[in-house]
């Protein structure tokens, strides 16, 4: 991200945004409530464009490409929307057959086998003909994590992983995103502001200062708490959603 402004219209949420993901993160996209956090990972993966400055995938000008390359980057990317957003009345096989279904050509064997493998890989096996009604808050997470993963992307995209679970449940959610980015190298960028999380899984970071409108630090958390002098960034670190 290079000098980007996010904004609706005439008001401008956040400016001046410059850092780097690099390959492998675990990158937080860290901060207050309505800092843009949300904002941000829509800007990512191409539902809005930014006011003004720059996103690069490698070299590649994602918001100048043309909708074909923009299309074939983000077909490279899953997202865990907060919700899991399974759909109801499809079985967990079902939903994460969906995109294997739009994407490739695989066969009817073939899905089955990846549908068992990516469930198997969030430790869902042997759920693949229950309803999203079936299972726990917890279970739906890693069911929508599942579905991100389909078609094998290069970067997943976390919104709020942790949102409404207990924190039993957030706490093994986390283990599964270390593991998974452990085993598979992917790359992963979560948008949160839970602090356990921020500190349990977070390889690198930046945060969105609510009250300038900007980003004021960027970095690993836990070496944020340790070396940065803000004032605002360290309340955020010790008391949670205060900025």
């Avoid at 001046?16 to 956090?37: P, Q």
């Avoid at 690198?204 to 980003?215: C, E, G, Q």
Wanted: negative net charge.
């Amino acid at each position: 991200m290079r000098d980007l402004t996010m904004a609706y219209g005439d008001f401008v949420v956040m400016e001046n945004l410059t850092f780097d993901i690099h390959r492998a993160d675990i990158f937080i996209v860290m901060g207050g409530s309505g800092c843009g956090k949300s904002t941000l990972m829509r800007i990512l993966i191409g539902l809005k464009p930014p006011a003004r400055g720059k996103v690069f995938y490698g070299a590649v000008d994602f918001w100048e490409a043309d909708p074909q390359t923009r299309d074939q980057i983000i077909r490279g990317a899953g997202v865990m929307y907060q919700s899991g957003a399974l759909w109801s009345s499809m079985t967990l096989a079902e939903n994460i057959s969906l995109p294997l279904e739009t994407y490739t050509d695989l066969t009817e064997g073939q899905i089955r086998e990846v549908v068992e493998w990516k469930l198997a890989l969030v430790g869902l096996a042997g759920f693949e003909e229950f309803y999203p009604a079936e299972i726990s808050g917890g279970m739906q997470k890693r069911a929508g994590i599942a579905r991100a993963m389909a078609l094998d992307p290069e970067i997943l995209f976390f919104d709020e992983p942790s949102a409404g679970l207990d924190p039993q449940s957030a706490r093994r959610l986390d283990d599964l995103i270390l593991d998974l980015n452990d085993s598979l190298g992917t790359t992963m960028v979560v948008v949160t502001h839970e602090l356990a999380s921020i500190f349990a899984i977070g390889s690198n970071s930046v945060f969105l200062d609510t009250s300038k409108r900007t980003m004021t630090a960027t970095g690993n958390p836990k070496q944020l708490l340790a070396e940065s002098h803000d004032p605002t960034l360290r309340l955020f670190l010790t008391r949670g959603e205060k900025s």
